[in-house]
T-cell receptor, first 114, second 115 residues
Framework: GNSVTQMEGPVTLSEEAFLTINCTYTATGYPSLFWYVQYPGEGLQLLLKATKADDKGSNKGFEATYRKETTSFHLEKGSVQVSDSAVYFC?????????????FGQGTELSVKP | DAMVIQNPRYQVTQFGKPVTLSCSQT?????MYWYQQKSSQAPKLLFHYYDKDFNNEADTPDNFQSRRPNTSFCFLDIRSPGLGDAAMYLC??????????????FGAGSRLTVL
């Protein structure tokens, strides 16, 4: 079945450091790929998405490129801030015939220190 | 602003005492989802409604039920909560159009404590 695997956390970085959170997926067909962010005590917010191979999603300085050849969707940011501290979830949707439901990776906690 | 609202944000119940969590949306989305998220884990889909059609995940316990009386509201009923049901419950909505990515909008969640 479809699945998502993320690098384990927690990840601790200093402010202005470069961030990479690895994400790989297993899916049939052509899934859409997402990164969601969850701040403490809150629900999930969409960070960025990509719907086909070689698409690059970007938002708030974060980027991720849909790589079909390596089945990956790694999240990157050139210079993190303390306010980026949160849990990041990579996810895919399995197609509308299954209600378009979201399948999540296990999440990666990011902590950014001043 | 259009949004997804969950009530209550925090719910404490006793072992075996039924509880209902509610979700409302002003987005006019046709799909509503309920996810269970335990501490430090990924959200796990319990079920979803595609319009009025209910879709249960195969591994969702019978203890969990849902109702969608109209487009705007969806309820999660836990008939006899156990200690293992303590979690954050997330409601999400989406509009499935047959084109483009299916983007889910999440509520802030309802945190359930079982004593």
């Amino acid at each position: 079945g479809n699945s998502v695997t993320q690098m384990e956390g927690p990840v601790t970085l200093s402010e202005e450091a470069f961030l990479t959170i690895n994400c790989t997926y297993t899916a049939t067909g052509y899934p859409s790929l997402f990164w969601y962010v969850q701040y403490p005590g809150e629900g999930l917010q969409l960070l960025l998405k990509a719907t086909k191979a070689d698409d690059k999603g970007s938002n708030k300085g974060f980027e991720a490129t849909y790589r079909k050849e390596t089945t990956s969707f790694h999240l990157e940011k050139g210079s993190v801030q303390v306010s980026d501290s949160a849990v990041y979830f990579c996810a895919l949707t399995s197609g509308e015939y299954q209600g378009g439901k979201l399948i999540f990776g296990q999440g990666t906690e990011l902590s950014v220190k001043p | 602003d259009a949004m997804v609202i969950q009530n209550p944000r925090y719910q404490v119940t006793q072992f075996g005492k039924p509880v209902t969590l509610s979700c409302s949306q002003t987005l006019n989305h046709n799909v509503m989802y309920w996810y269970q998220q335990k501490s430090s884990q990924a959200p796990k889909l319990l079920f979803h409604y595609y319009d009025k059609d209910f879709n249960n995940e195969a591994d969702t316990p019978d203890n969990f039920q849902s109702r969608r009386p109209n487009t705007s509201f969806c309820f999660l009923d836990i008939r006899s909560p156990g200690l293992g049901d303590a979690a954050m419950y997330l409601c999400a909505t989406s509009r499935l159009t047959g084109a483009g990515a299916n983007v889910l909008t999440f509520g802030a969640g309802s945190r359930l404590t079982v004593l």
